[in-house]
Structure formats: structure tokens, C-alpha cells
């Protein structure tokens, strides 16, 4: 297995905006006994434009126990590079919509590659939503894209299918 593994979770558009959001997941996560490190919160650009401000506390609160952040679905809703600058931002996921059509226009290839570039001038790690084939996979690593997912890596699973997966099975039947 190659690294670490994150547990990640999409951010309903509420919670970068309430106060009392980032104390409820470290909460949440000393009662699992999850260390914030191995957290992943993603969270979309039109979540954190709801109020820039909250948001930017909430997140930055997160990042400053550990917690990584993921700016999710980016180049689809406010994109600003003043965002990528302002807010705690560890990783960029690159909507399905532009990994749909990469391998037939050469535009959204470009626009794929251009994310891709920039997230690592940035020094932000970078992952392809929606891969779908050999193909789209390919592409994207020539890119220099570090991370990808979608229906060709695995389909959607249960906790316990997840843990059989990677081994670990002792879990597994834990939890159940």
C-alpha cells in the first residue's frame, strides 16, 4: 500500500459556516479515536463563498490540529486564485465534468493539465474525480496528476467492504 490512509468526507455547505462545526468533528473524532492527521474535510468553493470569513476560521482551526483540507469539485463553482492563497488548502479535486471529455477535447485536456500544474506550483497535492478507464488514468498521470478516483478505481462501498478491501479484515468483522 502506498501511504497513508485519510478518512474523507464531504462538508455539507453549513458546516465551514458554523462556529461550533470544527469542535463537533474533533469531537467526533477523539470518540473514534481518530487522530486529526488521518482526516480529510472537503469542502466546495460554493460552501466557503457562503461567508468567506467563517469559513476561513472554521478551516484554518482544522488545519491547525491536523486536519487536511480539500477544496472539492474545483474549476466548477467561484474558482479564485485569491481563495488558494487565503484559505488552509492542502489538496485540489478536479471535477468529473472536466475528466469526462479528456481524452476527446483538447481543451479540457488543457484545462486538466493547467490545474495540474498549478496545484503542484503551489505545492497542493492533486486528484481526478470520475475516472472512468485505462485511458483517462493514463492521461491524467502523464499530467502529473498524484491521485485519481472514480468507477475504474472502485465502486462505491460499504465501511466493512472498504476495510476487507485493504486488508483489513480484523476490522472488518470488529465493526460489524
Same mark, same amino acid.
Given at each position: ?62 488545519? @491547525?490540529? /491536523?486536519?487536511? =483540507?480539500?477544496?472539492?469539485?474545483? #474549476? ?7 481563495? &488558494?492563497?487565503? $484559505? ?59 491521485? @485519481?478516483? /472514480?468507477?475504474? =478505481?472502485?465502486?462505491?462501498?460499504? #465501511? ?7 486488508? &483489513?479484515?480484523? $476490522? ?5
Amino acid at each position: 500500500m502506498a501511504g497513508p490512509l485519510y478518512l474523507s468526507f464531504n462538508l455539507s455547505a453549513d458546516q465551514p459556516i458554523k462556529p461550533s462545526a470544527g469542535l463537533r468533528i474533533l469531537a467526533i473524532l477523539a470518540e473514534i479515536g481518530l487522530s486529526p492527521t488521518y482526516f480529510e474535510a472537503e469542502v466546495t468553493e460554493t460552501a466557503i463563498m457562503r461567508d468567506i470569513a467563517l469559513a476561513r476560521e472554521t478551516l484554518n482551526n482544522l488545519r @491547525a490540529v /491536523g486536519v487536511r =483540507i480539500t477544496l472539492d469539485d474545483f #474549476g466548477t463553482g467561484y474558482s479564485s486564485f485569491g481563495h &488558494l492563497s487565503d $484559505l488552509s488548502i492542502d489538496k485540489l479535486k478536479i471535477d468529473k465534468s472536466f475528466i469526462d471529455d479528456i481524452c476527446d477535447d483538447q481543451r479540457a485536456a488543457n484545462i486538466v493539465s493547467g490545474i495540474v500544474m498549478m496545484s503542484s506550483s503551489i505545492t497542493m497535492t492533486c486528484t481526478a474525480e470520475g475516472i472512468e478507464n485505462d485511458e483517462q488514468l493514463e492521461l491524467v498521470a502523464s499530467m502529473g496528476c498524484e491521485a @485519481a478516483q /472514480g468507477y475504474l =478505481i472502485a465502486r462505491p462501498m460499504t #465501511g466493512e467492504a472498504a476495510l476487507k478491501a485493504l486488508g &483489513l479484515a480484523q $476490522l472488518a468483522t470488529r465493526a460489524a
